[in-house]
């Protein structure tokens, strides 16, 4: 990989987790609490309350807050009345990603010696908000939330805004993600060297191209940058 200049990452799964997507972790977080179910049932449900929350809040809605609403759609969406479910859950959702993002902010801090950072994230309109309040906005050039531009990742445009913010080209930068049909395709979309990041037990699926960086830690970039 030639040295970047600059270097983008993702919010949510990559910053606030090793790879996992937030529908990945609710789903484990609900069958703790509330009894196994099949991935099947719980997919849809969980999207149409994420998708609830896009574009329809306060740009300065807390990460905790914003949790806490998707939490309670996914109860409705299943059908529990019990409030103190969703609270449970969002609670261990919200301490765990607390706790990876207390990491990601010292690594940000860290690479910002050397590199432009940035944010690119399919989010609800408070990312900039959100990044603030988790410590991460010190080191962060740009924050680009899909809600607040009007295209998601895996479109070339959201990407474009981002670069456009760093003062950089395509080739200059690195997309670091865990989504391969957002963040990957997208980054390769418009000529990004990209890294994935995802768990070891990611079931075998390999990267998008031949000779991509794979990383199962995002403590691993230190040592490909």
Same mark, same amino acid.
């Given at each position: 990989?030639?040295?970047?200049?600059?270097?983008?990452?993702?919010?949510?799964?990559?910053?606030?987790?090793?790879? #996992?997507?937030?529908?990945?972790?609710?789903?484990?977080?609900?069958?703790?609490?509330?009894?196994?179910?099949?991935?099947?049932?719980?997919?849809?449900?969980?999207?149409? =309350?994420?998708? /609830?929350?896009?574009?329809? #809040? +306060?740009?300065?809605?807390?990460?905790?807050?914003?949790?806490? $609403? %998707? =939490?309670?759609?996914?109860?409705?969406?299943?059908?529990?009345?019990?409030?103190?479910?969703?609270?449970? %859950?969002?609670?261990?959702?919200?301490?765990? =990603?607390?706790? $990876?993002?207390?990491? +990601?902010?010292?690594?940000?801090?860290?690479?910002?010696? $050397?590199?432009?950072?940035?944010?690119?994230?399919?989010?609800?309109?408070?990312? +900039?908000?959100?990044?603030?309040?988790?410590?991460?906005?010190?080191?962060? @050039? #740009?924050?680009?939330?899909?809600?607040? #531009?009007?295209?998601?990742?895996?479109?070339?445009?959201?990407?474009?805004?981002?670069?456009?913010?760093?003062? /950089?080209?395509?080739?200059?930068?690195?997309?670091?993600?865990?989504?391969?049909?957002?963040?990957?395709?997208? =980054?390769?979309? %418009?000529?990004?060297? *990209?890294?994935?990041?995802?768990?070891? @037990? +990611?079931?075998?699926?390999?990267?998008?191209?031949?000779?991509?960086?794979?990383? *199962? /830690?995002?403590?691993?970039?230190?040592?490909?940058?």
């Amino acid at each position: 990989m030639a040295f970047p200049f600059a270097v983008l990452f993702d919010f949510g799964g990559t910053l606030d987790a090793d790879g #996992v997507a937030w529908k990945e972790r609710f789903f484990r977080l609900w069958c703790e609490e509330a009894g196994v179910i099949a991935p099947a049932r719980f997919a849809p449900v969980f999207y149409a =309350a994420d998708n /609830a929350v896009v574009g329809a #809040v +306060s740009p300065t809605l807390t990460l905790r807050e914003t949790v806490d $609403r %998707i =939490a309670q759609g996914v109860a409705r969406g299943m059908g529990v009345s019990d409030p103190a479910l969703a609270e449970r %859950i969002a609670k261990r959702f919200l301490e765990e =990603a607390l706790d $990876r993002l207390r990491a +990601s902010a010292l690594l940000l801090s860290q690479l910002s010696r $050397r590199y432009r950072l940035g944010v690119v994230s399919n989010f609800y309109g408070n990312l +900039s908000a959100v990044c603030a309040e988790t410590g991460l906005s010190p080191f962060l @050039t #740009v924050m680009v939330d899909s809600a607040c #531009v009007g295209c998601v990742k895996p479109d070339p445009r959201i990407f474009q805004a981002a670069l456009a913010g760093l003062n /950089a080209k395509p080739e200059q930068a690195v997309f670091v993600g865990d989504s391969l049909p957002r963040d990957m395709a997208g =980054a390769k979309g %418009i000529g990004m060297p *990209h890294i994935w990041l995802t768990p070891k @037990t +990611s079931g075998g699926e390999g990267p998008c191209c031949p000779g991509d960086r794979v990383i *199962h /830690a995002l403590e691993e970039l230190r040592q490909l940058l």
